[in-house]
T-cell receptor, first 112, second 115 residues
Framework: GEDVEQSLFLSVREGDSSVINCTYTDSSSTYLYWYKQEPGAGLQLLTYIFSNMDMKQDQRLTVLLNKKDKHLSLRIADTQTGDSAIYFCAETATSGTYKYIFGTGTRLKVLA | DSGVTQTPKHLITATGQRVTLRCSPRSGDLSVYWYQQSLDQGLQFLIQYYNGEERAKGNILERFSAQQFPDLHSELNLSSLELGDSALYFC??????????????FGSGTQLSVL
């Protein structure tokens, strides 16, 4: 079945890079996503990558995809205190029951 | 502002009761998703509707039900409430346009407390 896993916590110092990791199980995933949830708010789409890509860069964000290992990562360069939030990876697949599956979420804490 | 409206923002009720959570999707979005977020289980997919029809079902309890109305708003009904049902319930909508990436737009959630 579909399953998406992430580590629960990450703490970094302001100005350092953050790397948030995610593993997924559905090899038919077509898109993989990163969402951000700030305190007291719903999730917002940060970025996404198509499954035939290895890397995508968007300003301070770099997404890396290793399809062989079913591993997705989000790197945030020059992490700021405003980046403190919960980050969710998610996948969608076209096989089986169509669902949008989220990981457990990684709580990023940025220390000043 | 995501354009997705959820009401109420907070709900406090007692065990055994029944509540209804409401969601209005973004204008034009046909697809509505419901998720439950709790501290120990992360974000759990409950159910998805598309243009009034149930599209997919996740870890939704039999005590819970949902529907999407002709005007595309959706309601999630939770009955025989238990303490463990206390959680943040999110609604999300998407356009689900064929051939395009599907982006979910989330409401700010309904915080349910069962006492």
């Amino acid at each position: 079945g579909e399953d998406v896993e992430q580590s629960l916590f990450l703490s970094v110092r302001e100005g350092d890079s953050s790397v948030i990791n995610c593993t997924y199980t559905d090899s038919s995933s077509t898109y993989l996503y990163w969402y951000k949830q700030e305190p007291g708010a719903g999730l917002q789409l940060l970025t996404y990558i198509f499954s035939n890509m290895d890397m995508k860069q968007d300003q301070r964000l770099t997404v890396l995809l290793n399809k062989k290992d079913k591993h997705l990562s989000l790197r945030i360069a020059d992490t700021q205190t405003g980046d403190s939030a919960i980050y969710f990876c998610a996948e969608t697949a076209t096989s089986g029951t169509y669902k949008y599956i989220f990981g457990t979420g990684t709580r990023l804490k940025v220390l000043a | 502002d995501s354009g997705v409206t959820q009401t109420p923002k907070h709900l406090i009720t007692a065990t055994g009761q029944r509540v209804t959570l409401r969601c209005s999707p973004r204008s034009g979005d046909l697809s509505v998703y419901w998720y439950q977020q709790s501290l120990d289980q992360g974000l759990q997919f409950l159910i998805q509707y598309y243009n009034g029809e149930e599209r997919a079902k996740g870890n939704i309890l039999e005590r819970f039900s949902a529907q999407q109305f002709p005007d595309l708003h959706s309601e999630l009904n939770l009955s025989s409430l238990e303490l463990g049902d206390s959680a943040l319930y999110f609604c999300a909508s998407s356009a689900e346009t064929p051939g395009q990436i599907e982006k979910l737009f989330f409401g700010s959630g309904t915080q349910l407390s069962v006492l």
